[in-house]
């Protein structure tokens, strides 16, 4: 793209480092559809039209950065994962030569933050070396045909410790879904105490007493329903599954529990 000055009867050409017009089309609308698109797959449960959105989301946060990442193979000049404009009209972008399909991540995000906020791994630790794995390989692909990452700047620099963590949150989210998701185990119920009951803050926490596997008084997230089910003294039932990946997890249900999908929020199970 040329941008033509005129001063005067000269005319002087100016070769643009802006990224075109319809680049920052695209990313402003896949943008968009990554955001409000997160939020509807978080909203449909609640409004009773999608019971179980589990598999959605597990294909909208593995698949829509790896969408993101296609485009940037395929137009590296246009787009960049973890750097460049973000949509805004092109004479404010400065010197910014690509545009930023960060919000690609927004699925990655509503899956740490939301969805899975009641899901709880026995050993938190134990997804980290898939985490790593999975990450390492998209950040390696993300950065190979994105020579901006490679500079000595600044910006890059820190360009370059934000695609390291996204690429980790989605390493770690993806493996926490797959672990979830494709979980066929038989699950072990356990019966515990309540000894305490929160609501202060974000969510609904209620303190459960040893039980099975755990050995001391822990601190869970509840679905507000299993909150309001429950008083000081009465009984939760902990299910606990092995995990497609080996990684024990388990969530707090109300009693009895005997089978079926396990509860989230807003009408969402697994």
Known sequence: ?????????????????HPSLV???????????????SAWLGLGPALGFMARPYGWILAAQIGMPCLALSLVWIFPRWYSLFHGATGRFLPLQGDDKRVSL??????????????????????????????????????????????DLRTKEIGPRIDLAIGVLLALAY??????????????SPAAVYRAVVSGKSDRGRGWHLEVEPWGIENEVRTTKVPHDVFKSVQTGDQVCIVLKQGALRMNWYTVQACPWNGGPILFEAGGSL
């Open 23 to 37: 680049a920052v089309l695209v990313a402003v609308a896949a943008n968009l559809i990554m955001i409000f698109g």
């Open 102 to 147: 960060i919000a690609f991540f927004f699925p990655t995000a509503f899956t740490l933050t939301t969805y899975y906020e009641y899901v709880s791994l026995v050993n938190w630790s134990s997804g980290i070396p898939f985490a790593c794995l999975v990450g390492g390989v998209f950040f390696a692909a993300a950065a190979i045909p994105d020579s």
């Open 1 to 17: 793209m040329k941008y033509v000055v005129g001063v005067g009867d000269h005319r002087l050409s100016l070769k643009t480092k």
């Open 171 to 184: 390493g770690y989210a993806a493996v926490l879904q797959l672990n979830c998701v494709l979980d066929q």
